[in-house]
């Protein structure tokens, strides 16, 4: 076919799309750089500190949180096994295996995704006592092939106390899954979080990355032989942390993070194999999350579309990327199905309780495939709409980033410890009790109640990192100890961003580049 000649006053489609491109990047730095730039290093370092403040266990000689102390230090005794150690996930003292394992996971693909950027920033060293903090724990935990200690503490007993957890009095009880009382989506979950860690551990500390590798094969294989979802063998963990999704989910999430993590086609065969019947390509859903791991496993499986090898099964890919397409078009708000709701302040919102997870898990994997895109040179194309570029997908993820830092109605930062105006009352035992550092003496169970719990001044610890369960569909937000919906914070809340800050320390400097880089090419 003859090419059409150019013409003056009608630009080609190419150049209207490099216009259009140029246009979107100088809106994106008029957006990005108001008169005080926020600082993400800043921001990510107190992302990976918030880590120490939830450590279990006998904490070590380099704790930079100072205000806790040694905890736990008897889990799993009764039971006769050593389950000291992991984290807590919240502002209770319970040890829930399911979001504990989806914590690492998640912060494992931050540094193996960001890694440069975290080092850069002088803060991989930190990352990875993180990740190591968890896995040390699922390893203890993980105590034969078909056996995984899932729960330690139940959280009808602890919630009736307001304790520091160096105090703790509550029962410590260990639940597990195995043959008998099976668990396949915590199995799953863990074993993604080792076979990932195991990827983040390789060049530095071999032996431990084959460790953690030997016990993720056998997690996947010990869930996917004796299949159940963990809530129906332990039924303590119904109201806290119940597995709505299911196991599937979990099970195809292991399979792919240790196919990542071995190059073994059996993984691959398995997750090719089941794709089908446990609904990876079959669920669209708009939330990623501690249960629902469908839109995880999409944008994972679209990055397949770039490794040749992979090509045979191209059409099962793209299945998988359609899929992942519509979870991240429907949070633009540019889909043909339901969109995600948007607070008038412009921050997604999937429910009223501790919304803020689904803004961090959609503002990374909104990250992950904005790199995805503009590494393979595509387009989001969403139903009826302009072609998103990756640059609008990454001023998403930024705009969500930047409502958590305090760019919202309440002028307030979501991250504790950030900026001028954050949370004091955070919904926290040991950050609203005085440090046992300063005052060892015994505070009973009812003793924190009465003279902590409803003191109406702020915490006399500050979480710093914490990212609390957010505001309300109306951007509100009610600072007060007792508002757990919207004052608590958990360790997969902030988890996501840890990969989200790291690729945003150095935004400015690649938009800029790229704006240049277009300039001239036109």
């Not at 009610?478 to 961003?497: F, H, I, S």
């Amino acid at each position: 076919m003859e090419k059409t000649k150019p013409n003056r006053h009608c630009p080609l489609p190419e150049a209207s799309i490099l216009i259009h491109s140029l246009l979107i990047l100088l809106t994106t730095i008029s957006a990005s750089t108001p008169a005080e730039a926020l600082n993400y290093t800043d921001a990510l370092t107190k992302s990976l500190l918030y880590f120490e403040s939830q450590r279990s266990g006998r904490l070590p000689y380099n704790q930079r949180v100072t205000w806790r102390d040694h905890s736990g230090l008897t889990d799993g005794l009764e039971q006769g096994v050593d389950l000291v150690g992991g984290y807590y996930d919240a502002g209770d003292h319970v040890k829930f295996g399911l979001p504990m394992a989806f914590t690492i996971t998640m912060l494992s693909w931050s540094v193996l995704e960001y890694s440069d950027e975290i080092a850069g920033a002088g803060e991989m060293g930190h990352a990875l006592e993180a990740i190591k903090w968890g896995t040390d724990y699922f390893i203890k935990a993980h105590t034969s092939p078909n056996v995984l200690w899932a729960e330690v503490g139940d959280g009808d007993t602890d919630h009736y106390c307001w304790q520091r957890p160096e105090d703790m009095t509550t029962s410590r009880k260990a639940y597990k899954v195995d043959e008998s009382k099976p668990g396949s989506d915590v199995a799953g979950e863990t074993a993604a979080a080792m076979a990932a860690a195991s990827i983040v551990f390789r060049k530095s500390n071999p032996h431990y990355s084959h460790l953690l590798l030997h016990h993720a094969q056998q997690l996947l294989e010990f869930g996917d032989k004796y299949r159940g979802k963990y809530d129906s063998s332990i039924e303590v963990v119904k109201r806290y942390y119940g597995s709505v999704s299911g196991y599937m989910d979990e099970l195809l999430w292991a399979a792919l993070w240790l196919y990542r993590a071995t190059d073994n086609q059996h993984y691959l065969d398995y997750f090719l194999n089941n794709t089908q019947s446990f609904g990876g390509i079959g669920w669209s859903i708009s939330e990623f999350s501690w249960d629902v791991k469908y839109a995880g496993i999409q944008i994972m499986a679209s990055q397949m579309l770039t490794d040749q090898r992979h090509e045979k099964h191209r059409h099962v890919w793209e299945q998988y990327r359609a899929k992942a397409e519509l979870y991240l078009c429907s949070n633009l708000n540019k889909s043909n199905a339901t969109n995600v709701d948007r607070t008038p302040g412009g921050l997604v919102f999937i429910r009223q309780w501790n919304n803020m997870q689904y803004v961090s898990t959609a503002s990374f994997l909104s990250t992950i495939y904005s790199d995805y895109l503009r590494a393979t040179n595509r387009y989001l194309d969403c139903h009826d709409s302009a072609r998103v570029t990756h640059q609008e997908l990454l001023r998403f993820a930024k705009s969500q980033a930047d409502y958590i830092l305090g760019r919202n109605p309440m002028n307030t930062s979501y991250l504790v410890g950030f900026g001028p105006s954050y949370p004091l009352r955070v919904h926290h035992r040991g950050a609203s009790v005085v440090s046992y550092r300063e005052h060892k003496g015994f505070i009973g169970c009812t003793q924190g109640y009465d003279n902590w719990y409803g003191r109406p001044g702020p915490n006399p610890n500050v979480v710093v990192g914490a990212l609390v369960g957010g505001p309300d569909f109306q951007d509100n937000f009610r600072d007060q100890r007792g508002n757990y919906v919207q004052t608590e914070a958990c360790t997969y809340n902030t988890a996501p961003l840890v990969g989200v800050f790291a690729k945003l320390i150095d935004f400015e400097d690649q938009i800029e580049n790229e704006v240049t880089s277009l300039i001239a090419s036109y």
